[in-house]
C-alpha cells in the first residue's frame, strides 16, 4: 500500500504536469480536476477500507477508471499512462504468481485496445516511432506485474518459513520441559516418597497424619507432573473434555468389543482442571475397555450451576478384589483428584455389575448457561 | 537375608532406594549401578539375589538388560521398577524374563514385599487379561504367537526349539524383536539442537 500510495501521487504529479505545460486536449482543466480528486479519492477509500486492498472488484474499478481517464486524453500516449500502471500494483503483489501475470497480460492487451481506439492516422517514420512506443507501453506493465509479483512472493514464502521456524522452535521447547519435568523432577518426587513412605507406619499418632499428609502432597504433585507432561507432550489447546473423551473412545473402539458411548458436556472449564479432567476420565475409560471386558461402557458429562462431573459406567467384570502389582493408573487418577478437589468414587456399577467411575467437582457458575 | 543391586540413571532414585532398602531388616543394598555399564562389573563382584532394575535407562532399556541378566547361570531375580508400570508392560516382561513389575509411584512397603517375594521366586506381576493378550497378539507375526504362549507357559527354552524346530538361539532373536516390538515407548527427549 505504500508503495501505491507514492508511485500515485508521483503519478498524479506527472500526469497534472504534462496537462498544465503542454496542451493536450480541450479540456485540460477538467481533467486536471478529475485527477486530483480520482487520486485523492481512491488512496483515501483504499486506506480507510484495507479489506478492498485485496479486492477484484476495487482492482477493477480501479483499473476502469484509469483506462477511463487515458481514452479522455484522446491519445493512448497519455499523460495518465503511469498513473494506469500504477493500477497493477495492488493485483500484482494480492494474486499468486501466475494469476498476476495474467493480469499484467490482460491489462496490456486492454491498453493495446485503448491504442488502436485512440489511434491518429499518421505517415511512415512515425509509424515506426509509434510502433516502437506502444511497444514499450505495452512491456512497462508486464515488467512491473513480474518483479512485484516475485518480490511478493518470496516475502510470502519467508514469512511461512519463520512462522514454521517458530512453531518448531516452540515444539521442540516443549518437548525439552517435558523431559526435564519427567527425567528429574519427577524422580527426585518418587525418591522423596518413596524414602518417607518408609516411615508410614513406623511412626504413629499425629506425627503419623504428618507423613501421611505428605506423602498424599507427593502423589498429588508426581499427579501434577504427569498431567503437565501429558499436556507440554499432547497439549488439549483449547479442546473440549467431551471432544477429546470422544477421540479416545474412537481410538479405543476398533482394540475392543465394547460399545462405547460419550454424551454431554462439561462446558467450560480452566485449562489445567481441563486436562486433570480429561486425563481421569480417559483412564477410567482405558480401564473398563482394557481390563474390565465390558460389552457397554458408558461415559456420561454433566454441568450444573455449581459443579461439573463425569461418570463412566462399565458392566464388566468389576474391580480386582486384590490390587494388580504394579497399577498406577488408580491411585494416578485419585491424586490427580486431589490436586483439583474433585471428589473421586470408584466402585462397582448398578446392581453390583461392573464398575462405576464417578468425578464430581465444584466449579465457578458456567458463564455459558 | 536378600542382598539386592540397583540400576537406576538417577541419583536421587539411587540413593532413595539404597536408604528405604537398608532401613528394612534382612534387605541388604550391596551397591546401585547408573548405567548397564557400570552393572557388569558389579554383578561380577557382588552376585545378589535381587536386581532391583530401573525401566528406562540410558542406551539399552531394562527389558534389554534383563535378558542379558537371565543369560547368566545362575541369574538374580530381577524386579523391574517403572514410572510406567502399568499392565500393558506385563506381557514384553514376561518374555523379557522380569520376575516383578513396581511402580515408582509405589510406598516403600510394596518394594519390600515385592522384594521377597521374587526373591523367593515368586512371581510379582499383574495378570495378562485376554484383552492385553489379544492386543499383543495384533501386533505379533502369527509365527511367533507360539513363542509367546510356550514363555506364558514357562516352557525352557530348548525344549520350545525342540518343538518348533528350530535352534535355540534362532528363538532367543525371535523373543528380543518380540519385546521390541510390544514394549511400552518410552517418549525420547527432545533432540538439542
Redesign the interface.
Known amino acids: 500500500m505504500t508503495l501505491l500510495l507514492m508511485t500515485r501521487l508521483l503519478a498524479a504529479g506527472v500526469a497534472v504536469i504534462l496537462l498544465v505545460v503542454h496542451r493536450v486536449t480541450p479540456h485540460d482543466p477538467e481533467l486536471i480536476a478529475l485527477t486530483i480528486v480520482y487520486t485523492a479519492g481512491s488512496l483515501g477509500v483504499l486506506t480507510l477500507v484495507p479489506r478492498l486492498q485485496l479486492s477484484l472488484a476495487a482492482w477493477l474499478v480501479d483499473s476502469v477508471a484509469a483506462l477511463a481517464l487515458v481514452v479522455a486524453s484522446e491519445d493512448w500516449r497519455s499523460p495518465f499512462y503511469i498513473l494506469m500502471v500504477t493500477t497493477l500494483i495492488l493485483p500484482a503483489t494480492g494474486l499468486p504468481f501466475r494469476r498476476a501475470l495474467v493480469w499484467g497480460v490482460a491489462f496490456a492487451l486492454a491498453y493495446l485496445g485503448v491504442a488502436v481506439y485512440t489511434e491518429v492516422d499518421a505517415d511512415t517514420l512515425e509509424s515506426t516511432i509509434r510502433l516502437e512506443t506502444i511497444a514499450t507501453h505495452l512491456m512497462v506493465p508486464l515488467v512491473v506485474v513480474l518483479a512485484l509479483a516475485y518480490a511478493a512472493d518470496v516475502l510470502e514464502r519467508l514469512r511461512g518459513e519463520r512462522l514454521r521456524a517458530e512453531r518448531l522452535a516452540v515444539e521442540s521447547e516443549r518437548q525439552r520441559i517435558a523431559w526435564e519435568l519427567h527425567d528429574s523432577a519427577k524422580q527426585r518426587v518418587h525418591a522423596a516418597h518413596l524414602v518417607l513412605s518408609a516411615l508410614h507406619g513406623q511412626v504413629s499418632g499425629d506425627q503419623g497424619e504428618l507423613v501421611a499428609h505428605a506423602l498424599a502432597e507427593l502423589r498429588a504433585a508426581g499427579a501434577d507432573m504427569d498431567t503437565s507432561v501429558a499436556e507440554l507432550r499432547t497439549p488439549l489447546e483449547g479442546r473440549s473434555v467431551e471432544r477429546l473423551l470422544g477421540e479416545r473412545a474412537a481410538e479405543l473402539a476398533p482394540v475392543s468389543e465394547a460399545q462405547i458411548s460419550v454424551r454431554g458436556s462439561l462446558g467450560e472449564l480452566p485449562a489445567h482442571i481441563a486436562a486433570h479432567v480429561y486425563r481421569i476420565g480417559a483412564e477410567a475409560l482405558t480401564n473398563a475397555v482394557r481390563h474390565g471386558a465390558a460389552q457397554h461402557v458408558d461415559v456420561v458429562l454433566a454441568r450444573n450451576r455449581s459443579s461439573a462431573s463425569i461418570e463412566v459406567c462399565d458392566d464388566g467384570r468389576g474391580l480386582p478384589p486384590i490390587r494388580r502389582p504394579g497399577s498406577n493408573g488408580l491411585r494416578s487418577m485419585r491424586a490427580r483428584a486431589d490436586t483439583i478437589g474433585a471428589s473421586l468414587s470408584i466402585g462397582p456399577g448398578a446392581g453390583g455389575r461392573g464398575t462405576r467411575v464417578s468425578l464430581s467437582l465444584p466449579t465457578a457458575p458456567d458463564e455459558r448457561s | 537375608m536378600i542382598r539386592i543391586l540397583i540400576v537406576d540413571d538417577?541419583p536421587?532414585?539411587r540413593?532413595?532406594?539404597t536408604?528405604?532398602l537398608r532401613?528394612?531388616p534382612g534387605l541388604v543394598p550391596l551397591d546401585a549401578a547408573a548405567s548397564a555399564g557400570d552393572l557388569w562389573p558389579t554383578l561380577n563382584r557382588t552376585k545378589p539375589d535381587v536386581i532391583v532394575l530401573d525401566y528406562h535407562l540410558p542406551g539399552d532399556d531394562g527389558l534389554v538388560l534383563c535378558r542379558r541378566i537371565k543369560r547368566q547361570v545362575p541369574s538374580p531375580a530381577v524386579l523391574l521398577y517403572s514410572?510406567?508400570?502399568?499392565?500393558?508392560?506385563?506381557i514384553p516382561a514376561r518374555l523379557a524374563g522380569v520376575d516383578?513389575?513396581?511402580?515408582?509411584?509405589?510406598?516403600?512397603?510394596?518394594?519390600y514385599d515385592?522384594v521377597r517375594r521374587v526373591a523367593r521366586g515368586e512371581r510379582?506381576?499383574?495378570?495378562i487379561?485376554?484383552?492385553?493378550l489379544?492386543?499383543a497378539g495384533?501386533k505379533l507375526a502369527p509365527d511367533e504367537l507360539p513363542i509367546l504362549g510356550m514363555t506364558l507357559e514357562d516352557t525352557p527354552l530348548a525344549e520350545m526349539a525342540a518343538t518348533l524346530g528350530v535352534k535355540p538361539n534362532e528363538i532367543a532373536h525371535r523373543i528380543d524383536r518380540m519385546i521390541k516390538r510390544l514394549k511400552v515407548e518410552v517418549?525420547a527427549?527432545?533432540?538439542?539442537?
Not at chain 2, 83 to 90: F, G, N, V
Not at chain 2, 124 to 127: D, G, Q
Not at chain 2, 129 to 132: A, F, H, N, Q, Y
Open positions: 538417577h536421587a532414585m540413593t532413595g532406594l536408604a528405604v532401613a528394612e514410572a510406567y508400570a502399568d499392565a500393558s508392560l506385563t516383578g513389575l513396581v511402580s515408582k509411584a509405589a510406598p516403600a512397603s510394596e518394594i515385592a510379582v506381576l499383574p495378570a487379561s485376554r484383552e492385553l489379544d492386543s495384533e517418549p527427549p527432545a533432540r538439542s539442537s
